[in-house]
């Protein structure tokens, strides 16, 4: 996002999330796509002047990346010294008593994860051929997640759980959600086109035949296509069939879009045909 972003509502969370960063403990933020999370962290981050190493988890995502691998050509000529060792980001992160800052921890494979435990517990891991290392004072893990029913995703350990305190993230209130839309968009958009954008993805997350429902970001996609000089109807069906998941694989999410639409009195392509 631009850097004119601030951070709309999530007072509470703000709170919690720099509380227990000051303490340097490890922090879990759970919610589902689209309501912030990454971007929270990266605000307070900063703002807090953190230094900080980050991982996007990856289903791919190997232990040897997380914690650093010796590189080949190095040994042979140095041999297995710290020379010839790259640090992943978990090792620079604990020599440096800086921020693990994983994004979507859950989407990391079980042996991934569970490097994490010592690292988090006992604040040292043991490296082949490197002996012990203790992180420095400040370390700490940072983590995100999704909900365990969204796809692509692993279920976190117990013991690696009970290493995390937990801060929830849930969708924002309309005022928010309309607020965030608006310091995303120009103001040639008019305020009742952002209601009705507001209003649209808010009716995808109760829809009986929708099982995830569309983010602020289908929002913020539908007013930049409409900047681009797009009607609202053509706009949300572009924006919203990718940001929305049906219970029925069979189901035409652009059917349903454009039923949503007429139920909530949205003007539509046919209507301004026939006017």
């Known amino acids: 996002m631009a850097n004119k972003t601030k951070i709309i ?3 509470k969370e703000v709170q919690q999330l720099k509380k227990v960063m000051g303490l340097h403990r490890n922090i879990l933020i759970e919610g589902p796509v689209g309501v912030g999370k990454t971007f929270l962290v990266q605000q307070i981050l900063t703002e807090l002047q953190q230094k900080f190493e980050r991982v996007d988890g990856d289903t791919r995502y190997t232990e040897q990346k997380l914690t650093g691998w010796f590189d080949p050509p190095i040994v042979l000529k140095k041999g297995y010294s710290k020379e010839s060792f790259i640090e992943g980001p978990l090792v620079a992160a604990m020599r440096g008593g800086k921020v693990l800052f994983i994004n979507e921890l859950n989407r990391m494979p079980e042996a991934v994860q569970n490097i994490l435990l010592p690292a988090m517990d006992e604040r040292r891991i043991s490296m082949p051929k490197m002996g012990e290392l203790e992180a420095k004072g400040g370390f700490c893990v940072i983590a995100t997640q999704n909900p365990r029913e969204f796809t692509a995703t692993h279920a976190l350990s117990e013991a690696l759980l009970d290493r995390f305190e937990m801060i929830r993230l849930d969708y924002q209130t309309r005022d928010e959600e309309l607020s965030i839309l608006k310091q995303e968009v120009s103001s040639k958009i008019k305020m009742e086109n952002l209601e009705r954008m507001v209003d649209l993805i808010r009716a995808t997350r109760n829809h009986m035949g929708i099982k995830r429902g569309a983010s602020i970001r289908a929002a913020i996609s539908i007013a930049k296509l409409m900047e ?13 069939p990718s940001r929305i998941e049906l219970v029925s694989s069979e189901g035409d999410p652009r059917e349903l879009i454009l039923n949503l639409i007429s139920l909530n009195e949205f003007p539509t392509l046919s209507e301004k045909k026939k006017s």
């Open 9 to 11: 509502g999530r007072e």
């Open 228 to 240: 681009a000089g797009m009607d609202f109807e053509a706009a949300a069906l572009m924006a919203l």
